[in-house]
């Protein structure tokens, strides 16, 4: 197999061949077809994530084909499925025990903790991969498996708010706008200052308003959501809101909160966080996301070009997702 490897963060990542890898009892190995690139692959490079495990294979929006499974496993050799960030759980902590597995006290989390998709194979847990039908393009369906599973699991959280804001256009929000027009939500789009094409594809995707993160939005938020890992948002995000609204901060990692006078959380405004996922936000949203149906924006990249894609992510400039597809596995 060949992989995109981290040696330390901050560095850029460098191929690497290795030995197929042997499915230990419950896991699978992946041929994969496609591995989305999140802005927590990004957050592991540079650094900004305690402990990655090190040398490490980012990417966690991972489609591929079962090519080998370990025992125990019912999934059959050549099924498709999809493996995103939540790789394992212990299973018998307070949080496994009570349906919050996101919040697992050990957990493995897919390119942070145990190797990713950046890669022509890997290893994963096949009670941890969603079975993906047959018929879907591996490229579009590969940014749904965080972009569209976080993006989901913090909509959840903005409970049922009619107007939403989504701070950071990028592939989460691009997502989150689809499931909003389909609901029957208004979105407010927020883009940096002055990005106008950010702005011309919110409205594509379905946003009623889009403009810069500076701006009032035309009416007042019922819920916020930040995509964005600015925690200047933050304050802003809360004085966009109505009485009662809430402010959902989607990412693993954002810059500090700048302080902020009460009266912009008074009145019953909240401030919450979204962390990881559980099996049942992938399980509902991969059923919902065919029936809307989303469709995802993507730009492809070779394997060896992974380094380019996080690039463009970071530099803001991409429109929807980027996806890495190493060649010949793809069908
Ligand atoms: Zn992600
Ligand atoms: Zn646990």
Redesign the pocket.
Known sequence: MRAMVLQRVGERLVTEERPDPIPGPGQIRLRIEACGVCRTDLHVVDGDLPDPKLPIVPGHEIVGRVEAAGAGVTLPIGARVGVPWLGR?????????RAR?N?????LFTGYTRDGGFATHTIAEAAYAFPLDDSLDAVATAPLLCAGLIGWRSLKAAGDAGTVGLYGFGAAAHIVAQVCRWQGRRVFAFTRPGDEAGQAFARAMGADWAGGSDERPPAPLDAAILFAPVGALVPAALAALRKGGRVVCGGIHMSDIPGFPYRLLWEERSLVSVANLTRADGEEFLALAPRIPVRSTTRAYPLEQANEALDDLRAGRLEGAAVIVPEGNRQ
């Open positions: 759980t212990c299973g018998h902590c307070p949080y496994c025990l597995e919040l697992c006290d050990a957990p």
